[in-house]
């Protein structure tokens, strides 16, 4: 497994011909990577010493297709979408392996003239919730587990076939299937150990519960770092994939024939260190810490209006389907997969599994909709409650996870919570991306229409 990059080791890799080209990146409101790439002798003489490259703030004002979308306050036709500037982080330094002679840079985004941070980017709006729980004394530990779909298809010959009828890589369903995953063994082996070796640290790997579905899990760290690697292991996947004529995809439910693909988010909170868990009591009810209790109090208190930073697009909510693995009540259980919460572990790793996520989530919004949730709770003595026991998909009294993006923006706007972690101007920033999620999806006409409708009207 590989350690970070030093960036006197940068240089020495740079100047010996071994890296040619650093990768200056940083994420956006879906949670993908944007930057540039730079040549290595550029990147020395110019990005290390001026502390960065600019990027047009419109980048955190588009939609998922790159499309400038109306509605914020931040970037704007009216303002002429000018420049930010992309400061790297050195302590995300790492090799890419899967692309020759190649580094990577996270970087942290600042208004170009005066160097403040630009509040509204989604690693600004983790780091926000981090300081919170530092100086509450909290460390918070996360885990992120996502699901994705492999398909035997390119990218290039999923588009051509708009994306319908692809071939999924396996016939089966592979739930845990060593045969099967050993079919598919060398894209997914490439991966991990690319991870690896780019210092994304990887547990394992197993078959899904659907045809071609697949997991890789990614050693837990702490918030910001846990969404800078799942960041990096999600562009890396799709880029590995691409390069070996296949394509992935981390929808939340990319066919109502299928399960969904889940993010499922382990969150625990740490003393000021980070050394020492304070989730685990030997003494209290079901073992829940004072502190766990008002944590987990807090995130079903919080589900329904933070929903949409763990569900942002129209595609997101089908995925809350009854007995598909996927959630549909916010109830919490001790390792029970029917409720939105499941505790598990013991000790030291005592823990909580957000279940609401699916694959589609941007880690950064996600991590900082459970520490502010986590928070409030704990400001509050939030208490969750008894565990669930039984089928939570049948629980009559459990309140439920929003049943359409529009319930989640409606969640959304009314929070309280949010407007007091995020900001205003960062709720407003996030309101109308939802929003205009939703507006972008009544601009067209679906397939579904077209087979509903061509022939009864």
């Not at 050195?90 to 941070?117: G, N, S, Y």
């Not at 996502?146 to 076939?161: C, G, I, P």
């Not at 939570?392 to 969640?411: N, S």
């Not at 507006?439 to 409708?453: L, P, Q, S």
């Amino acid at each position: 497994m590989s350690s970070r990059l030093e960036l006197d080791e940068l240089r020495e890799r740079i100047g010996a011909g071994d890296v040619d080209t650093v990768l200056v990146a940083f994420p956006d409101l879906q949670g993908r990577l944007m930057g540039k790439r730079v040549t290595g002798h550029y990147f020395l003489d110019h990005v290390v010493d001026s502390e960065g490259i600019e990027a047009c703030n419109y980048l955190l004002a588009v939609d998922v297709e790159m499309t400038p979308v109306p509605g914020y306050q931040f970037a704007n036709w009216e303002q002429g979408y000018g420049d930010m500037k992309a400061v790297p982080d050195f302590a995300t330094l790492r090799p890419v392996p899967w692309l020759e002679k190649t580094a990577i840079v996270l970087c942290d985004l600042v208004d170009v003239e005066t160097a403040t941070p630009v509040e509204v980017s989604p690693r600004r709006i983790l780091q926000r919730q981090v300081e919170r729980a530092a100086a509450a004394g909290y460390t918070v530990m996360c885990g992120s587990e996502l699901e994705f779909f492999l398909f035997r298809d390119s990218y290039e010959d999923a588009a051509a076939k708009g994306y319908a009828g692809l071939e999924p890589h396996s016939p089966v369903i592979e739930d845990y299937h060593v045969l099967q995953t050993t079919r598919d063994e060398y894209l997914i082996r490439a991966i991990r150990n690319a991870m690896d070796a780019s210092a994304v640290p990887v547990e394992f790997s197993k078959g899904e519960a659907g045809r071609g579905q697949h997991e890789i899990n990614l050693e837990y760290a702490d918030a910001l770092e846990m969404a800078d690697r799942h960041v990096i292991y999600k562009n890396g996947a799709k880029e590995i994939a691409s390069l070996a004529g296949r394509s992935i995809t981390f929808m939340a439910k990319y066919s109502m024939d299928a399960v969904g693909s889940s993010c499922h988010v382990h969150s625990s909170v740490w003393n000021g260190d980070g050394t020492t868990s304070l989730m685990w009591t030997d003494d209290g009810p079901h073992h829940l810490s004072d502190v766990f209790r008002g944590w987990l109090g807090g995130l079903l208190a919080t589900g329904r209006e933070l929903a949409w930073l763990f569900a942002p697009s129209v595609n997101s909510y089908k995925r809350y389907q009854p007995e598909s693995w996927a959630p549909t009540a916010l109830a919490w259980g001790r390792d029970n997969r029917t409720c939105g919460f499941r505790v598990v572990g013991h000790g030291g790793g005592f823990r909580v599994e957000s279940r609401l996520p699916g694959a589609d989530v941007n880690p950064y919004l996600a991590f900082a909709a459970t520490i502010a949730g986590g928070l409030h709770g704990i400001e509050h003595g939030l208490d969750p409650g008894a565990p669930y026991d039984g089928n939570a998909y049948a629980g009559e009294d459990l309140e439920r996870v929003p049943e359409t993006l529009v319930d989640a923006i409606g969640e959304l706007e009314r929070s309280e919570v949010a407007v007091k972690a995020f900001g205003s101007d960062v709720h407003e920033h996030l309101v109308n991306t939802a929003r205009q999620e939703w507006a972008g999806f009544n601009r067209v006409v679906t397939d579904w229409e077209r087979r509903r409708n061509f022939e009864q009207f």
